[in-house]
């Protein structure tokens, strides 16, 4: 009995232990570049981009699944620039501002100014990320595009969507002028660009819940993390007379301040939010959306589709690629049906939320890719993803290194995801 009861606890120090050390890697991580606290407004770095991992003998690539986020974009939301700006005008009209406060209002009014009317815009960072994502594709899969495939794209029906497409396309062609390539917006496609949508035709109906132990921590957790009113108090004498904006106002501007990178000039905003009070405001998104993916079945068609699409192109006896572009929320809930790296698994404790939901890893213009093999020598088709140009894990047995059967990772998404659909 003894015995059993130390086997026990060994395990479950060992298990501690590997927690222990994800969380000290995503911090050095974090600490490494800040700007990976803008998560979901950081951009996406293509010369951090690695070269694909030799695939195992007689295996070469065949077919590739990407979905891609839009690129660098303006805010999506106008109030970002116009109710931070009118907070701040009519605090100047009552003196309710500070030093600092009087100093942020002469930069936000030009700023918002211009951007106001390119709200939701791609930006040409944005357009160029793209580009060189395409480049990349290209580069790491020569045989596959030098055997004449068939590459298809389809977009949401955001302008910012449909840009980044033509821009990703344009790279292809810039590399292969030759290249059979076909793009096209339209709602049929929307089962892989926004499955959720209320123009998809095929949209799901209401699901189960995906079970999140942690859920009814969020709001206590979310409150200790960053104090709002200290940050409210360098830019406003008396905050109390903002009233109800209070919340809406700061939410706006953090917006403003992390999206900054976005941008192809220089906003020139002061400096406002110390990096503790980063590391707050981001692992609150963290949180957010490991709570939101409770909503990830009503994305499963994303997971019917990346099935469906790669045994039809599999079946084929030429190569193909296959480009959806939309948005960060559908791949938050992709990569968690997908259980791509340690995305979809539970939580140990709310803290982990930003260790294993990290929103950094959804920056502007992110990219997953699932690209399949085939052996002349072998009927096992091999399937490795690569998230924003690296490769990562699947939950299932590798047969080397990145590497794994795409009949067992087929079996896992029907058992996990399309088996519990209504």
Excluded at 332 to 340: F, H, I, K, N, T
Aim: hydrophobic content about 35%; proline content about 5%.
């Amino acid at each position: 009995m003894k015995k059993t009861i130390l086997l026990v606890i060994s395990v479950l120090f060992l298990g501690l232990g590997g927690f222990a050390q994800d969380k000290a890697r995503e911090d050095s991580i974090l600490a490494a570049n800040p700007n990976r606290l803008f998560g979901y407004n950081d951009v996406i770095r293509p010369d951090e981009f690695e070269a694909p991992s030799k695939a195992p003998k007689g295996y070469e690539p065949f077919y590739i699944a990407h979905y891609g986020r839009h690129g660098s974009r303006f805010a999506w939301s106008k109030k970002t620039y116009t109710l931070v700006d009118e907070v701040l005008k009519d605090a100047k009209d009552q003196d309710n501002l500070t030093d600092f406060g009087l100093t942020l209002q002469a930069a936000y009014e030009p700023f918002a100014a211009l951007c106001f009317p390119q709200t939701g815009d791609l930006t040409r960072k944005g357009w160029n990320q793209h580009n060189a994502i395409a480049k990349h594709m290209y580069k790491s899969y020569p045989r596959l595009f030098k055997k004449n495939p068939s590459v298809f794209a389809a977009s949401s029906n955001s302008h910012r969507a449909m840009m980044s497409m033509q821009s990703f396309c344009l790279g292809l062609k810039e590399c292969d002028p030759k290249l059979d390539l076909y793009a096209q917006m339209s709602s049929i496609y929307f089962d892989d660009c926004i499955p959720e949508s209320g123009s998809n035709p095929n949209k799901l109906g209401p699901q189960d819940r995906i079970p999140r132990i942690h859920a009814g921590e969020i709001d206590e957790y979310t409150d200790n993390l960053v104090d709002t009113d200290a940050i409210l108090k360098r830019i406003f004498k008396d905050i109390d007379k903002l009233g109800d904006k209070k919340g809406d106002f700061l939410y706006e501007l953090y917006l403003a301040y992390i999206g900054q990178n976005s941008l192809d000039f220089k906003a020139n905003l002061p400096e406002l939010i110390t990096y503790d009070e980063l590391l707050g405001l981001y692992k609150s998104d963290c949180v957010y959306f490991y709570h939101e993916t409770r909503h990830g079945l009503e994305y499963a068609n994303i997971i019917k589709r990346l099935i469906v699409s790669a045994d039809e192109a599999l079946a084929s006896d030429r190569p193909s690629v296959n480009l959806r572009f939309g948005h960060d929320y559908v791949l938050d809930q992709y990569l968690s049906l997908a259980g791509v790296n340690n995305f979809g698994k539970e939580i140990p404790s709310i803290d982990y939320a930003y260790v294993y939901y990290p929103v950094r890893e959804i920056p502007m213009g992110c990219n997953v890719q699932f690209v399949f093999y085939k052996s002349k020598k072998s009927p096992d088709v091999l399937v490795k993803v690569v998230l924003n140009g690296k490769e990562g894990t699947l939950p299932v047995e590798p047969v080397s290194g990145h590497y794994y059967k795409w009949s067992d990772y087929k079996a896992w998404l029907t058992s996990t995801v399309l088996d519990k659909l209504k």
